[in-house]
């Protein structure tokens, strides 16, 4: 990291000095780095700095080395810069994020500094092992999430929000030897697409996009490389998908639905909203699997041997199929 970049740190917190603690982690395809950095002279001891450096190309990891797929990521940080820097202020402790303390660009070069989520209470990372305090953690904050941003207009943000959008993945379609779901496609988004209830989604709400504090009754959520306009059912059944096995998925279906929606009425009265919670709740239910099918859809044109392709999402994607073609 060069010189300019170490001063906007600086100047970003009011530190005196700073110092490279770790990586955390490197970007998809090399796209850049996230690193934390303790600081000296400043009242927090450290910040978190997402250093994106836009290459010529990438090198996917599922050989998707395509200009389409370049574009697609470059517009992702874009999209990013633009959450944190009009968006990001508006989520409370209900739908905690990472405060952002500076964003600049120079060149092809991304520089954004967060505060240390570590060290503000949200220390804990889980992988795929959770409990029923750890999911509702999480559907509070997706709830409370999608309540804030209930009718915004994606302004600077993706369209429509989510990395698997149809419409941003037309390789992976023209790859899918699935041809029933690959046909029906159009009509799956469209029906996403045409709620009256849209509002604005994470986009890759997974489980490893959410901090968690120690106790893991509660979580803030990272990564909006791909938050955009949408259904908030896209984000629930992505995040439930993401840690929960083909069994618990279809077993505890109607719980993790029932849980979601207390949370999103709840959200929704403190808000004062005049949307009638009735009205959303039942529109929502009717495109869960439409969402689940939609997601379903990209991996099977993305990843055809992905493990979270399982009879369960068979079973949802055909029944999906079958009542759109009634």
């Given amino acids: 990291m060069d010189q300019h970049f170490q001063d906007i740190i600086l100047q970003s917190t009011g530190a005196e000095s ?34 994106v450096n836009l290459p010529e190309g990438g090198s996917h990891p599922r050989g998707w080395n395509t ?36 964003l600049e660009t120079k060149g092809s070069e991304v520089l954004m500094v967060f505060e240390d989520l570590d060290s503000t209470g949200f220390a804990k990372r889980l992988s795929t092992s959770v409990n029923w305090d750890n999911i509702n953690a999480c559907l509070h904050w997706l709830a409370n999430f999608h309540a804030t941003f209930m009718g915004e ?33 159009s009509a799956i988004d469209k029906k996403l697409s045409e709620s009256p209830y849209q509002t604005l989604v994470h986009g ?5 996009n959410f901090c968690f504090s120690n106790d893991g009754k509660s979580v803030a959520a990272v990564d909006f490389q791909y938050v955009g306009g949408g259904c908030g059912m896209k984000d629930l059944a992505y995040f439930i998908g993401s840690c929960m096995s083909e069994n ?33 709740e039942a529109d929502w239910r009717n495109l869960y699997h439409i969402a689940w099918a939609d997601f379903h859809r990209f991996l099977k044109g993305w990843h055809p041997g992905h493990w979270k392709i399982n ?13 759109l073609a009634e």
């Fill in 67 to 102: 200009d389409l797929s370049h574009q697609r990521k470059l517009k992702s940080y874009k999209v990013e810069t633009e959450w944190y820097k009009s968006f990001n202020a508006k989520c409370n402790d209900d739908c905690k994020t990472p405060q952002c303390y500076a």
């Fill in 248 to 280: 618990d998925c279809e077993k505890y279906e109607d719980k993790l639905l029932e849980m979601y929606f207390t949370h999103l009425r709840e959200a929704l009265q403190k808000k004062n909203t005049t949307i009638d919670a009735d009205s959303l």
């Fill in 153 to 185: 207009k994606p302004e600077g943000l993706w369209e429509t929000g989510t990395y698997w959008h149809l419409e941003t993945r037309p390789e992976e379609l023209e790859a899918m030897d699935d041809l029933p779901l690959k046909n029906a496609a």
């Fill in 311 to 323: 009879s369960y999402s068979e079973r949802v994607s055909r029944e999906v199929i079958e009542k």
């Fill in 18 to 51: 700073l110092y490279e603690i770790e990586v955390i982690q490197s970007l998809w395809s090399g796209y850049g780095e996230i690193v934390r950095f303790g600081l000296e002279g400043y009242e927090l001891e450290s910040v978190v700095v997402k250093h």
């Fill in 204 to 208: 890759d709400a997974k489980l490893a």
